[in-house]
């Protein structure tokens, strides 16, 4: 940080340099505006070039963040094989590493750099997240569960997405308990955030309690409308209490809310009962 605040110190200083050289050059010897400009223009490719490896970074951060996963893979690739010491851009490569080529091999080995970097709390736990999120996409549940099992040992302060994923794969290995215990604690610690309402009625689901799950999801619905997930199973529990039409409302909800890496349905699943009641009311 040090080095790189010293960097652009001396950028401002050879800036301000050629300013004065402007000045002087212009008073006394009539020298036209080009020479400003060629200054800077230089001076701006000199800035680039040393700033390069962070701009590549942060392009690629904010295009992944937005969805633009194509053109977030060439800014990331060029940033990382830079040597870039940016967490985020690490971990963002990995999980298109995981989630679009399987590739998990070389994903971990972006893990391991982005966890070297990681020198603050927030970016040591998102390093740690992202570890496990990428486990359970290569379909090591076990693994993904002890990272973050781990890091509430490791850490005093585990943050409210940490409990949601730990919840969430608990819920996957049909561990109902550990995985209710997260999710409360989740809850306890962020009573608006709608994917741990949206946990927590799948745990009931799971285990039977549709009542207590109904509620839950209509909790994670009045936070975010558009839950996949919450919005699907609670066309599954109108559908069986005959309220169609309510059903049909929501399967709509959860065939047209976007899909992540942590839903427990699938685009094709809600398309086909929106698709079925759309036929029934044709």
Excluded at 4 to 11: F, G, H, T, V, W
Excluded at 178 to 206: H, M, P, R
Excluded at 235 to 250: F, N, P, Q
Aim: charged share 25%; net charge negative.
């Amino acid at each position: 940080m040090g080095r790189r605040i010293a960097r652009n110190l001396i950028i401002i200083g050879i800036g301000l340099f050629l300013y004065v050289m402007y000045v002087v050059m212009v008073g006394h010897f009539g020298l036209d505006v080009w020479i400003l400009l060629g200054s800077y223009a230089l001076l701006g490719g000199l800035a680039y070039f040393l700033n390069r490896k962070r701009i590549w970074a942060l392009r690629g951060n904010y295009l992944y963040v937005t969805g633009n996963t194509a053109r977030a893979r060439v800014a990331l690739k060029k940033a990382v094989d830079s040597g870039v010491k940016s967490t985020s851009a690490y971990l963002y490569y990995a999980l298109l590493l995981v989630k679009e080529d399987n590739n998990a091999t070389d994903a971990f080995k972006y893990l391991e750099k982005a966890k070297e970097y990681a020198k603050n709390p927030v970016d040591q736990r998102s390093a740690l997240i992202t570890i496990a999120t990428c486990h359970y996409m290569d379909g090591n549940l076990e693994a993904g569960i002890k990272t973050l099992e781990d890091m509430r040992k490791e850490h005093e302060y585990t943050n409210t997405s940490a409990l949601v994923t730990l919840g969430y794969l608990h819920l996957k290995a049909g561990d109902y308990e550990k995985a209710l215990e997260a999710t409360n604690s989740a809850i306890e610690e962020e009573g608006d955030y709608a994917s741990a309402w949206d946990n927590l009625g799948q745990i009931y689901y799971e285990t039977g309690d549709v009542d207590k799950a109904r509620n839950a999801f209509e909790q994670a619905l009045r936070h975010k409308s558009s839950l996949a997930d919450s919005n699907y199973f609670m066309g599954l529990i109108c559908e069986a209490e005959g309220e169609h039409e309510m059903a049909k409302d929501y399967f709509r909800m959860a065939s047209i809310s976007p899909f992540g890496i942590f839903n427990s349905i699938t685009q094709e699943m809600a398309d086909e009962k929106y698709e079925e009641y759309h036929g029934k009311s044709e």
